[in-house]
């Protein structure tokens, strides 16, 4: 059962380190934070930061060593396979290089999840190849499409089996900057339209600035600080001061 007052994700005290031969890194350290439902919530840090650490922590792909994890209130780490499988599915993911099956036409790669769990529903695909504005390319094969278009299969694609939270792992980086534009509206639609939260992980502020509500900002394993992106736009606004003082000192 989903709770709507919960956080769509949850870290608490939130700790993973790996063994490299002799020694342990430390991935992520003592990381607290929720993701607010509903919300776009952005994920920022330099390489090595522990950004995909993070993200493989909120679709229970890694546990942590020490705290806990829990999405829709549920710690990811107590599930059985079966559970953790099932859970997963309201868990979409978008990735940078739009991990596209090359030989299945867009069509197919919007049904693949749901023809995973031998399901059907031909009126969701059609309904999200319109989201995404691709009804015209549904058969048509990944090579014949731009980056762009790629990355809406991928979006339509993650959106199948109406997951509550979407993970987006740099999903502008190959993209120029006018599509980059058009795929951060279509996170932001996503969002208004289905509810859906999301999490964008990117090196791009712009993007972040573009659509995030909120942004945690993560150096070294440790999260530094959580930023309301929206209220800093809003203080932009009021004085030509403040704007300058925001561009150039964010
Ligand atoms: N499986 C692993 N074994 C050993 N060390 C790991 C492992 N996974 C991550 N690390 C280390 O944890 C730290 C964080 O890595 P992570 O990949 O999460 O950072 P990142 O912010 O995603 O970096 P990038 O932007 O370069 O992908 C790094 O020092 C990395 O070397």
Redesign the pocket.
């Known amino acids: 059962m989903i709770h709507s007052q919960l956080p769509a994700i949850q870290f608490q005290g939130v700790t993973r380190t ?1 063994a ?1 031969g002799d020694r342990a ?1 430390t ?1 992520l350290e003592d990381v607290t934070f929720h993701v607010p439902r509903e919300s776009v919530f952005g994920v920022v ?1 330099e ?8 993200l493989r922590h909120m679709n229970g792909l890694d546990h942590p060593t020490r705290g806990t994890v829990l999405f829709d209130g549920v710690n990811l780490a107590t599930l059985t396979k079966r559970e953790l499988n099932q859970t997963r599915r309201r868990i979409g993911v978008v990735f940078q290089s739009f991990n596209l099956v090359a030989n299945l036409t867009v069509r197919q790669n919007i049904t693949l999840p749901l023809k995973l769990q031998r399901e059907s529903n031909h009126r969701r695909v059609d309904e999200l190849a319109e989201f995404v504005g691709l009804s015209d390319r549904m058969a048509h094969f990944p090579a014949q499409l731009s980056g762009g278009e790629k990355q809406r299969v991928a979006i339509a694609r993650a959106l199948v089996t109406s997951p509550t939270l979407l993970l987006c792992d740099e999903p502008t980086s190959a993209l120029d900057t006018h599509t980059t534009g058009e795929i951060l509206g279509l996170l932001r639609d996503t969002r208004d339209e289905f509810g859906t939260s999301i999490v964008l992980v990117t ?1 791009e502020l712009d993007a972040v600035k573009a659509i995030c509500d909120t942004a945690a900002v ?1 150096e070294a ?1 440790r999260l530094r600080e959580i930023l309301p992106v929206s209220a800093a736009a809003a203080a932009r606004g009021d004085s030509y001061l403040e704007h300058v003082r925001a561009e150039l000192t964010a």
């Open positions: 790996f490299d890194v991935a840090g390489s090595g930061a522990g950004k995909s650490t993070l090196h993560f394993g």
